[in-house]
């Protein structure tokens, strides 16, 4: 750099330091628009700091309603069948008088109407035998009484009878037992189970008549089979006996008589030719005398018969030979005939039994059908004999006993007298439970659930106990309120106050949420809603206000339950709920 360059670069440096001199002047004594409009500005509002609390929050609704005694309920008999008419009125309690369980509320035609405590009203007579919920109604209401009903199970047995017997007696009354009718039915039964009985017994007999026959045709049979087979087999062997003879014996016979008639026609011929021998030499010598040769000549003649009887004899025992073989062989013939004979007698023996097994067993079958026919009947009429003497025991006829859903209870009002019929409504009744009539605005009452606890009280009396809401309306405008209310009921506890209630007006107070334990909370005016939709506190943080994301619970009595979504939250930690004007006057 040249020395003229740098003299130019000091001048145009010292120009520059001068005007900011010169600026800096200036601006220390002239005053802008925006510092003079911040001059005369009030001064910054100081936060409202609170701190935050523990607290138990709850949301609640308060209302006013009236104490009354349980709604009034009719009391009505049921018909029985059991008995012919519904009978007259005898006695009936006083207006205002308290009943309990087991008492009697009045009596028709001298027998009782007691009282038991049951949800199902009283709809049937209730006999031995029977099952249902009335009978545990029944059971539970005699066990309250001291009285052993045996097993609780529903079931009217021999056990609940004798409760129900002892419960009568013990109030002074006879049990309800047979009618006239039932009575007549039951010997009726009876008659019928004796006759079953007899019929029973006949059949039986018949039956074993029946198997006796059976048993005595099988024998029979047995013994006619038996008795044939051995005629057959006698016969059988008799007729191979006789065989085996006569082959032998006809044999022989045939053998001898042959030999015979051939030895005598032998002998004959021989003597035959002997004597034609001799008479030749006689008739042939002439020194034989005329009466050698007619000697000759006769001996001859003889000789020629002996031949031909000898020839006659062969024949004729030739021939009875053979008719003793003819006569073997029809021997033998009608020896084999009585073989078949006794053999097929075998097989007619097997029909006839069978035949008469048959039959036999047919007959058995009939009379064991008869017995179990009788059988039967014996044992459906012993069932029903059973079943009617059970049924028929100690009864509780529907019109001797009524059911409440809740004791004690009142009388409020009598509609009939004294020798009037027992129809319709006999008397009203309310429960011994104080309850309250109230109202719901229609956005409160979706809030409201049955079940839920209450807060009644009324300082003016002194009076302060607890209830249950116990009804709700379905509808708003019933029960006596207006189209904008909803009706509900609370019912009040029945040790909360010893101070008459019936007709008062009291305060009832309807917890809604809780938190059920400490939270922390701050005032409501503390929480600030951001454009985006999330809630925030601003917290003082030494002496610098900074904002805090929350996350917001249950609103109760002007306070908030607030839960940071980052960071932490202290109890006794100060919030900001609002800011103050430390200068009120300064705008005058």
């Known amino acids: 750099m040249t020395k003229k360059q740098t003299v130019v670069l000091t001048g145009v440096l010292a120009f520059v330091a001068l005007v900011a001199g010169a600026a800096w002047l200036a601006s220390s004594h002239i005053e802008s628009p925006a510092d003079a409009a911040a001059r005369a500005a009030p001064p910054a509002p100081s936060p409202i700091l609170v701190p935050v609390e523990e ?22 008999t049921a018909p029985s069948r059991l008995k012919t008419d519904r009978g007259l009125i005898t006695t009936l309690p006083s207006r205002n008088s308290q009943l309990n369980e087991g008492d009697v509320i009045l009596t028709i035609s001298g027998r009782p109407v007691f009282l038991l405590q049951g949800k199902l009203p009283s709809h049937r007579d209730l006999v031995p035998g029977l099952s249902g919920k009335d009978v545990l109604q029944l059971e539970l209401g005699l066990s309250r009484l001291g009285i052993d009903p045996g097993l609780v199970d529903g079931i009217y047995d021999a056990d609940t009878s004798a409760g129900v017997e002892q419960w009568y007696k013990a109030k002074g009354f006879e049990p309800f037992g047979l009618t006239k009718t039932q009575a007549s039915l039951v010997r009726s039964l ?30 029979s049979m047995k013994q006619s089979i038996d008795a044939a087979t051995a005629e057959y087999i006698r016969k059988r062997t008799e007729l191979r006996e006789l065989q085996i003879k006569l082959d032998k014996d006809l044999e022989l016979l045939l053998e001898a008589a042959q030999a015979k008639a051939e030895f005598a026609n032998a002998a004959a011929q021989a003597e035959l030719t002997d004597q034609i021998n001799q008479r030749a030499l006689i008739v042939l010598d002439p020194r034989q005398p005329e009466s050698a040769r007619r000697a000759a000549d006769a001996k001859l003649k003889l000789a020629e018969a002996a031949a031909h009887k000898a020839r006659l004899e062969s024949t004729l025992s030739t021939r009875t030979a053979e008719r003793a073989s003819m006569l073997a062989t029809k021997q033998i013939e009608a020896a084999s005939a009585a073989a078949s004979a006794a053999k097929a007698a075998i097989e007619l023996a097997r029909l006839d039994g069978k035949k008469t097994i048959r039959a036999a067993a047919n007959a058995l079958k009939i009379a064991e059908l008869d017995s179990k026919l009788a059988t039967d009947r014996l044992n459906r009429i012993a069932s029903d004999l059973r079943k009617t003497t059970r049924d028929f025991g100690i009864q509780v006829p529907a019109d001797e006993i009524v059911f409440v859903p809740s004791l004690p209870i009142r009388v409020k009002k009598v509609f009939v007298t004294i020798g009037a019929p027992a129809t319709g409504e006999l008397v009203s009744v309310t429960d011994n439970q104080l309850v309250i009539d109230s109202s719901l605005p229609l956005e409160a009452a979706p809030l409201v659930k049955v079940g839920m606890q209450v807060e009644i009280d009324e300082q003016t009396l002194g009076i302060k106990t607890k209830g249950v809401i116990q009804r709700i309306a379905g509808a708003p405008g019933t029960h006596g309120v207006d189209g904008y209310h909803v009706y509900f009921e609370v019912r009040v506890n029945s040790n909360g106050t010893q101070t008459p209630l019936e007709g008062v007006s009291l305060r009832l107070t309807i917890p809604i949420k809780s938190t059920k334990g400490l939270v922390k909370t701050v005032p409501v005016s503390a929480v600030s809603l951001s454009m985006d939709g999330t809630s925030k506190i601003q917290i003082d943080n030494d002496g610098n206000i900074e904002p805090m994301p929350v ?30 004007n430390p200068d009120d006057n300064f705008l005058e």
Do not use: C, M, W
Request: charged share 20%; net charge positive.
């Open 55 to 76: 607290r138990v929050l709850r949301s609640k609704i308060v209302t006013r309603g009236t104490a009354r005694f349980g709604l009034p309920q009719p009391i009505a």
């Open 190 to 219: 009876q008659n019928d189970f004796n006759d079953a009985q007899r019929n029973k017994l006949a059949a039986n007999a018949s039956v074993t008549e029946a198997r006796a026959a059976l048993f005595s045709a099988r024998k």
């Open 551 to 580: 996350k917001v619970g249950l609103s109760a009595d002007g306070y908030v339950e607030v839960t940071p979504i980052e960071g932490n939250l202290t109890t006794g930690q100060l919030v900001v709920v609002g800011y103050h």
